[in-house]
């Protein structure tokens, strides 16, 4: 089996990337921000709740988060393994994901994370933002409190898989096949 967490920034192109690599490993794809907006649009209770945190660019509360990615996984108890883009996002996520594993006899095999200087993040949203019909990539101050949430929740998560020797960066800046390449040479390694 092969899961591996797709880490880095708001727009760093962990869902560009997660989808290639699904289809080359033969992975499913757990976008834990994908689950999230397929839950807004058709506001269900877990949508609408969500919502009240998505749309300041905070963190939805940890245990409902677990509770979705938990349930996504039982949904697929015969694929080859997974790739988690964008979760965990807290260290409480990872301890809870450890928790999961191994009940479910699962392990990470790896971390990856795209590098992207945040000057260029920025640019990335805004101009997905024009597109993507997602409100919380239209305003620059929930973008910049995006990346503040990042910074001061989220990018303790590479370290905690660090110390288990888990984690490994990719230089995030370049074509999409090229930064594929470079991903799919960590995974091999
Ligand atoms: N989000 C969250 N927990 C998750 C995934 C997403 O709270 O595990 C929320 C959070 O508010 C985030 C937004 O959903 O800013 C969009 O997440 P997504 O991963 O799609 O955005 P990305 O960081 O990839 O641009
Ligand atoms: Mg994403």
């Excluded at 409902?64 to 409480?92: C, E």
């Excluded at 490994?168 to 930064?179: L, N, P």
Aim: with cysteine; aromatic share 6%; proline share 4%.
């Amino acid at each position: 089996m092969i899961n591996l967490i797709l880490f880095g920034p708001p727009g760093s192109g962990k869902g560009t990337q997660a989808v290639k690599l699904a289809e080359k490993y033969d992975l499913i794809h757990i976008s834990t921000g994908d689950l999230f907006r397929y839950e807004m649009g058709n506001d269900t209770p877990l949508g609408l709740k969500a919502k009240e945190f998505i749309s300041k660019g905070e963190l939805v509360p940890d245990s409902i988060t677990v509770g979705m990615l938990s349930n996504k996984l039982d949904k697929h108890p015969d694929s080859v393994g997974f790739i988690l883009d964008g979760f965990p996002r807290t260290i409480a996520q990872c301890e809870a994901l450890d928790e999961i594993f191994s009940e479910k006899e699962m392990a990470i095999s790896k971390l990856i994370a795209l590098d992207v200087a945040e000057d260029e993040l920025v640019k990335r949203l805004v101009e997905r933002g024009k597109t993507s019909g997602r409100a919380d990539d239209s305003d620059s101050n929930i973008i910049k409190n995006r990346i503040k949430v990042y910074h001061a929740e989220t990018s303790p998560v590479y370290n905690y898989y660090d110390e288990m020797k888990l984690s490994h960066t990719v230089d995030g800046i370049g074509s999409i096949e090229d930064i594929f390449g470079r991903l799919c040479a960590t995974i091999d390694s």
